[in-house]
Structure formats: structure tokens, C-alpha cells
Nanobody, 125 residues
Framework: QVQLVESGGGLVQAGGSLRLSCAASGRAVISYGMGWFRQAPGKEREFVANIEWTGTNTYVSDSVKGRFTISRNNAKTTVFLQMNGLKPENTAVYYC??????????????????WGQGTQVTVSS
């Protein structure tokens, strides 16, 4: 019902910034909230941030609080992840995910029903 396509990944120096985008399309897309996850080689998929389905509230994990920001456009068709002060340990494949009527408390991968293909973020030292 919902299709997600991430973009904006790439190679950046430590301390630099990158802005990821997730384009959402499909029926009743305005009823879906979205989250950002990341997965580094050999590690579990990790929650980064989410925005609840109304688009009013956001939540960012403690590990990136103050450096990363999640936002959306007014039509709720694109969600962004602004990443500042990037560190080498932030290197991972970043995924956006969606769930109908998403609440901020839903921060684990199994709680999301739709996923994008992922975009690689590499931070060099």
C-alpha cells in the first residue's frame, strides 16, 4: 500500500553533514508515520528517529540527539533525516520505514510494515 524510496546517502568526512530523503507514495499515505533505522555490518538494525502519523511529534534516539533531526514536507510525501556532526561510527545503511497510525513509542523494526531499499552513509575519519 505504501512504497518508500531513500536517497541522499554518500561519503562524508567526520564532522560533516548529510541530508537523507525518503519519498513515500501509495494509498492513504497521510495516515502513516515513518521512522529511520540504520544497520552497520555485523550489527542489529538500530532505531534512529521517527515521526508520528499526524506529523506533529518526533522522537530521536539518545545516541544522535542534538545532531540528527527528522522532519517532513507539508504534503507528508517526503521525510528527511538531517545528520550533522557525523562520526565514523555512524557509518551504516540507513532505511526509512512506515506504519499506519504510527506512535512515537514504536521504535523496533518489527513494528514497521513497509521498508525502503536503504541508502549507504559512509563517514571517513
Amino acid at each position: 500500500q505504501v512504497q518508500l524510496v531513500e536517497s541522499g546517502g554518500g561519503l562524508v568526512q567526520a564532522g560533516g553533514s548529510l541530508r537523507l530523503s525518503c519519498a513515500a507514495s501509495g494509498r492513504a499515505v497521510i495516515s502513516y508515520g515513518m521512522g529511520w533505522f540504520r544497520q552497520a555490518p555485523g550489527k542489529e538494525r538500530e532505531f534512529v528517529a521517527n515521526i508520528e502519523w499526524t506529523g506533529t511529534n518526533t522522537y530521536v534516539s539518545d545516541s544522535v540527539k542534538g545532531r540528527f533531526t527528522i522532519s517532513r514536507n507539508n504534503a507528508k510525501t517526503t521525510v528527511f533525516l538531517q545528520m550533522n556532526g557525523l562520526k565514523p561510527e555512524n557509518t551504516a545503511v540507513y532505511y526509512c520505514a512506515a506504519r499506519k497510525f504510527l506512535m512515537l513509542s514504536q521504535t523496533t523494526a518489527p513494528e514497521y510494515d513497509y521498508w525502503g531499499q536503504g541508502t549507504q552513509v559512509t563517514v571517513s575519519s
